[in-house]
Each structure stands twice: as C-alpha cells, then as structure tokens.
C-alpha cells in the first residue's frame, strides 16, 4: 500500500520577483511525499506548483483538499486513475511523485540524451520587472553569461522607459544576434495594445505573451489577426479544463504561439493536450517554468527535451532562490545540463521543514 505525506517549506527570492501582478519575495511550497509502506526509503515527490495570485487553484479550500486527497490515499484508496484538473497544482504534484515513485525515486521519469548529460536545453534569459538601471544589470549579468535569447517583463514600469530599455538592445545586437522577447502579464488596455504593438514591432521584437488580460477572447483573436508582433498565449490557458474547451480556444483566438506552464495548467498529460491542439493548428509553442524549485523543474525540462522543442524554452527560473533543492541541474551559459554524476540532496523535504502526515 502507498503512503503519502506533505512537507511545506517556504522559499525566499534572491531579489524580488516582480511582474504587472505584484512582487513576491518568498513563495511556500507543498511537496507531496509517497512511499510504499514496505519501503520508506524509496520516495517518489512531487511538488504543487502554486502560484499566489495565478494558479487557478490559489483559493479558499486548496490545503483543505490536498489534505483529502491524500487522506483517501493513506487509507489504501488507488486515485491514479482519477484527474484532478480543477486542482492543477495538485494534478501535476500527484503525477509526477507517481512517476518518481514508479522510477524507484530516482528523479529521472523521461530518460533521454539530456538526463544522460549529453545534450542541453538552450533556454531564455528571464529579466524581471525592476527600475530602469535595475534591469539593465540584469540584462547585462545575462549577455555576459552567453544569453542570446533574453525575455523582458514589461508593464510595470513607464513603458517608455522599457521601450528605452529594447532600443538599446537593438543598437548593440541585430534580431540575428539577439531573441528579445516580451512578457506584459496583461499589462496593456484594450485600446493601449495595438500602439504598444506597434512600437514594439519596430525593435524587432521575436513575440509579446499575454499583452491583455485573459477572458477576453474576442478582443485577443483580434489583436492577433493584426499585431505586427507575433502574440503568444500564457494567463490565458489557466483554468481551461478539458479537451473541447481548450481546443475552442485556441481555434478561437488562433494566436501564433501558445506557452505550456505544466505546474500551472495540470501536470504533463493537460500539456501534452494543449500540445496535440496547437500542432493540429499550426500554432507554435515553448515550455516555461512557473517559479518552482529544482523538484518541478527538472520534471519540466526533462519532459521538454523529449518533445523535440527547437525554441528557447523558459526554463530559467531555477536559480531564483536563496536556497534551493541541490539537484544535477546546471546551468552553463545559456544552456541547461542535467549532470547525472550528481545525486539529489533531499534533506530539506525528507527531514526539515513542516512535515503532515
């Protein structure tokens, strides 16, 4: 019989992490622990990637329910057959610790030539929303690192001032040498979007995710119709539950690309199905990480190899704590390397930190 357990454990930011929403500066984490009765030391873990303010089950009743769940599983009840899709985080915890678990906990759930540690992923640079000088060190910490792909969060800022921010990029680097993309968390009005667009068109910029607020399709199928900057999908995936659903939307708002956030939109399986949808389209895609630690990132990135992605992939979000879960994660460059020489350390979820049974 499998038993389950929680460890929660909070996390600090190295800097504030902030976009158009507001500013983190820790963010709490619920790692689900399962292991078979006859064998505590092997553990398969999972981790609920919540996000506050984001994730479409950062509600009233979440803990309440992810205490349920594993209460059914601790009184002997087999829920691997069942979808907890209204409860994303917990879907994509219950999945992977599953997997890990049926891995004999070795982490490893997709192997292949990158958790071989012979082929990386190329992934983005992520420049979060500060002052104007602010952002500029970052934007220089990662071209000094070897970043050719450099994503900007935008809108929280005069935008003036972060159209300023892409011009000097563009005088040092052609689009050739240098991917720019953006990120506006929604930051733009109905009516302010097409002159953003516009502006931004003229730098070059490779594509804008979510330049307006999600549940507004009418208006996004619109702007994708006309913006001179190719338009991807992000805040307005989460919560769409179901294959019809999601494939109305997408033949809907027909945007150029989509983003899959496998902790925020239910785990591997809910994002093989936005995957299936977009290709059937002709819509294009890349895979972002979602703040999670080392346990929910290596997941993504492993699952993301295999698909074959050809485009920066977000992936770049695993050096964003204070501390972290040591992991054979590595980042060189622009490029991320699964190192399999070296072991996890699991300390500070098997033996730290809040632990529930």
């Known amino acids: 019989m499998i038993k389950a357990k929680i460890t929660k454990k909070e996390f600090g930011f190295k800097r504030p992490a902030t976009t158009s929403r507001g500013t983190l500066l820790t963010k709490q984490v619920f790692f689900i622990v399962l292991h078979a009765d006859d064998n505590p030391f092997v553990t398969g873990i999972g981790e609920c990637s919540l996000f506050p303010g984001l994730s479409a089950d950062d509600v009233p009743g979440f803990e309440e329910t992810l205490h349920e769940i594993l209460a059914r599983i601790n009184s002997g009840e087999d829920i691997t057959s069942e979808s907890f899709a209204q409860w994303p985080s917990i879907n994509f915890a219950l999945e992977t610790a599953y997997a890990d678990l049926m891995c004999n906990g070795s982490k490893v759930l997709f192997p292949s030539e990158f958790t071989r540690g012979n082929e990386p992923i190329p992934i983005n640079g992520l420049i979060w929303m500060d002052d104007k000088e602010g952002m500029r060190r970052q934007i220089a910490q990662k071209l000094d690192s070897g970043f050719r792909c450099l994503k900007l ?204 049974d």
Request: overall charge negative; aromatic content about 6%; hydrophobic content about 40%.
């Open 153 to 356: 969060k935008i809108g929280a800022i005069d935008f003036e001032e972060e159209l300023g921010l892409l011009r000097w990029l563009r005088m040092e680097f052609s689009a050739s040498d240098l991917t720019l993309r953006a990120d506006a968390n929604g930051a733009f009005g109905v009516e302010q979007a097409p002159m953003a667009l516009d502006r931004l068109a003229q730098l070059r910029i490779h594509s804008i995710e979510q330049p307006i607020r999600p549940r507004q399709h009418e208006e996004m199928a619109k702007l994708c119709r006309t913006s001179p900057v190719p338009i991807a999908l992000d805040e307005e995936l989460i919560g769409i539950i179901g294959l019809e659903k999601k494939k109305r939307l997408l033949e809907c708002i027909r945007p150029q690309y989509i983003i899959i956030k496998p902790g925020l939109l239910g785990g591997i399986c809910e994002s093989e199905e936005w995957i299936s949808i977009a290709d059937a389209l002709e819509i294009g895609w890349w895979v972002t990480s979602s703040l999670e630690t080392n346990i929910g990132l290596s997941v993504i990135a492993q699952w993301t190899f295999t698909k074959n992605a050809r485009l920066h992939q977000g992936l770049s979000t695993g050096n964003l704590f204070e501390e972290n879960i040591p992991s054979p994660l590595t980042l060189t460059g622009e490029n991320l390397y699964y190192s399999p020489g070296t072991t996890w350390d699991l300390s500070l979820l098997l033996h730290k930190g809040k632990q529930n």
